[in-house]
């Protein structure tokens, strides 16, 4: 099965040094799970201030700044991961770096058979 | 015959179908099968005699009368691998017995699911219990009931919840949150938090099933401790409401109507889990009510011993309600004044500010020590706070007393 992992915590917390850090642990978590054949795919976000919202109404896009939420916590990034069950995914999730500062959201992937596999 | 194929639904049917949740890996679909096979041999038994191993035929019918669904309804991916035979060795089968009931317990109480979730899933699918039943004890809507279960056993299927027994490195953690479920539904019955009855025996006679159940397939200290603790309070069902039905303080229990056997089966349970070492919380609990128990009046009790575990459940865990209790033995053993102070002290504390038993206590401190202004005072704020009939009941015959005495 596929999962999800999204990460939030409130960016402000973060120091340079901490983030540095969460990259570089973050990294060799991926190569792990690839050795194991449990990943698919994995990367962080940039700041929340650079998101952009659309909105499609009666055929018009409305374009804002912004995230779709303002809330306390951020998603700053995401990990895709294939693993036998959710007890597996949340022995990952609680490997995350992310999960010590804030929270990692565990959702299983809804698994289509008629999606293309992308061109490189 | 037809007797004997009930008593084999009674004692199998749940068992049957951990099996079949195993074997077919839907809930409902092993629950369907389950009633299908039980329909089969209501037939069939009857007309060509019991068979040799009735657990096994009813398996084995549940799964042929699944498969034949499953091609019915031309469910194809879900018949994957299900066409061949499973095939446990003889010598293997308790084990897998009891594998298929604790996978089926731990899948029903997974962390992963909300409390009210985990019991409602544990009390139908590992109890049996129905939907029913299960909303009329807990006082809800039956459809909401439904709709509960309905969302668990969604979770189960969508989230990839494993239907297995954790392995060493979970398990401790794991069995913390099945003992939990076990507790809540044991303290649902044994204190219903709202209502007009204090007691809601069904509740209480399932959770102590399941302990029963459990520390025959886990026997763990601590399972044992929590079986302990429920079985030496239910021990005092008799005793802790009058004949007028008031609540009965512990002080006031007719102690020689306390069931001697469930105290004498719990104090066996909890002697081992205390030997083991391996003890947490619940058996400290179970020991406090082993404490009681023993003694023959509330005065002649061994409080200091009382005192020191409550210590000890202190540095388990943690808690304000504890921390009133053992303020409550302290006073027992050095005085009201002794106890008062600490309540006090608590209180100012404000996490028991709107915990009617703290000032219940609090009043009982100041009835003894004779400042019934005070305790007048008290007592008015726990019944303003008190949800229960019963214990609303007690506090103001308490306030009425005092205002006899006062008149």
Known sequence: MKYMMLIYSDESIWTEDEREKCMAESVALCHDLNAQGQYVSASPLHYVNTATSVRVREGKALVTDGPFA??????????????????????????????????????????????????? | MLNQI??????????????????????????DALQEAFTAAMQQWPRDGLPHNPRAWLVSAARFKAIDRLRREARLESLEGLEEEPVAPPEKEQETIVDDQLRLIFTCCHPALAPELQIALTLREVCGLTTEAIATAFLVAPATM???????????????????????????????????????????????????????????????????????LLPEAEVKGLLALMLLHHARRATRISAEGDLLLLEDQDRTQWDQALICEGQTLLESALLSRQFGAFSVQA????????????????????????????????????????????AMREGPAAGLALVDELLNRGELQHYHLAHAAKADLHRRLDQQQAARACYLRALELAQQEVEKKFLRKRLDEIDIQRA
Not at chain 2, 15 to 24: C, D, G, I, K
Not at chain 2, 301 to 320: H, K
């Open chain 2, 287 to 330: 020991a406090i009510a082993a404490v009681h128990a023993e003694a023959p009046t509330a005065a002649a009790t061994d409080w200091t011993q009382i005192v020191a575990l409550y210590e000890v459940l202190l540095r388990l865990a943690p808690s304000p309600i504890v921390e009133l209790n053992r303020a409550v033995a302290v």
């Open chain 1, 70 to 120: 303002e809330t306390r916590e951020q998603l700053g990034g995401y990990y895709i991961v294939d693993v036998a069950n959710l007890d597996e995914a949340l022995e990952i999730a609680g490997r995350i770096p992310g999960a010590r500062m804030g929270t990692v959201e565990v959702r299983p992937i809804f698994e289509l058979d008629n999606l293309p596999i992308a061109a490189k």
């Open chain 2, 146 to 216: 439904a709709q509960r279960l309905v969302r668990g056993k969604a979770k189960i299927r969508h989230a990839g919840i494993p239907y297995e027994v954790p392995g060493p490195k979970r398990l401790s953690e794991r069995l913390q949150t099945v003992l939990t479920v076990i507790y809540l539904v044991f303290n649902e019955g044994y204190h219903a938090s709202s209502g007009d009855s204090i007691h809601r025996p069904d509740l209480v006679q399932e959770a102590i099933r399941l302990g029963r159940l459990l520390v025959e």
């Open chain 2, 6 to 31: 009930a008593i084999i639904y009674h004692q199998e049917a749940r068992r049957v179908f951990a099996t079949l949740v195993r074997l077919l890996r839907d809930f409902d679909l092993a629950e």
